[in-house]
Antibody, heavy 112, light 115 residues
Framework: EVQLVETGGGLIQPGGSLRLSCAAS????????MTWVRQAAGKGLEWVSL???????YYADSVKGRFTISRDSSKNTLYLQMNSLRAEDTAVYYC??????WGQGTLVTVSS | QAVLTQPSSLSASPGASASLTCTLR?????????IYWYQQKPGSPPQYLLR?????????GSGVPSRFSGSKDASANAGILLISGLQSEDEADYYC?????????FGGGTKLTVL
């Protein structure tokens, strides 16, 4: 059974940094493409970032230059480093393995 | 104009069928895209339902009932999620998604009410 478990969310002040983790089981992170998707309260889904199995990375314009996606094969874990956080980054962040497998999400709140 | 447009809400009766549309913006040809469909209930993550490009290129999500199926309306440049034999548990938000280059693009979602 595939499980993706996100951790690392929390309350952070504007301008701060946070690193989200997505630990996978039953699924190999570096053999598949992985994405981060976020959802603000009461809003729709917004794609954030993508990492291919070969290591290529891509970002939504709204986070480019501030967020970095990475992975640790030894830990079978995907990360999202988020810097220069803004109020509009407040959302539940989901990791997804291909289009099929999604984690439960972790809430990031950017507020003073 | 958004790349993918979904009606914000839809109501249908138990036992009936519901057709949820996902219209692609001009310049995006529905025939060229796999359309992915997700169901999301309050407080839960999106659940993958299925993808549909053609009858020869489609995939049902694991454990997803055959009551959920995909199709396209080329004349409307739209993907369609058909839910037959509606049940109260089908009440949820439904999102469509396509790949656009190296990014995912989501529709705004349709809130399906079963009453």
């Amino acid at each position: 059974e595939v499980q993706l478990v996100e951790t690392g969310g929390g309350l952070i002040q504007p301008g701060g940094s946070l690193r989200l983790s997505c630990a996978a089981s039953g699924f190999t992170v570096n053999s598949n493409y992985m994405t981060w998707v976020r959802q603000a309260a009461g809003k729709g889904l917004e794609w954030v970032s993508l990492m291919y199995s070969g290591g290529s990375t891509y970002y939504a314009d709204s986070v480019k230059g501030r967020f970095t996606i990475s992975r640790d094969s030894s830990k079978n874990t995907l990360y999202l480093q988020m810097n220069s956080l803004r109020a509009e980054d407040t959302a539940v962040y989901y990791c997804a393995g291909t289009e099929s497998y999604w984690g439960q999400g972790t809430l990031v709140t950017v507020s003073s | 104009q958004a790349v993918l447009t979904q009606p914000s809400s839809l109501s249908a009766s138990p036992g009936a069928s519901a057709s949820l549309t996902c219209t692609l913006r001009s310049g995006f040809n529905v025939g060229a895209h796999r359309i992915y469909w997700y169901q999301q209930k309050p407080g839960s993550p999106p659940q993958y339902l299925l993808r549909y490009k053609s009858d020869s290129d489609k995939q049902q999500g694991s454990g997803v009932p055959s009551r959920f199926s995909g199709s396209k309306d080329a004349s409307a440049n739209a993907g369609i999620l058909l839910i037959s034999g509606l049940q109260s548990e089908d009440e949820a938000d439904y999102y469509c998604m396509i790949w656009h280059s190296t990014a995912w693009v989501f529709g705004g979602g349709t809130k399906l009410t079963v009453l």
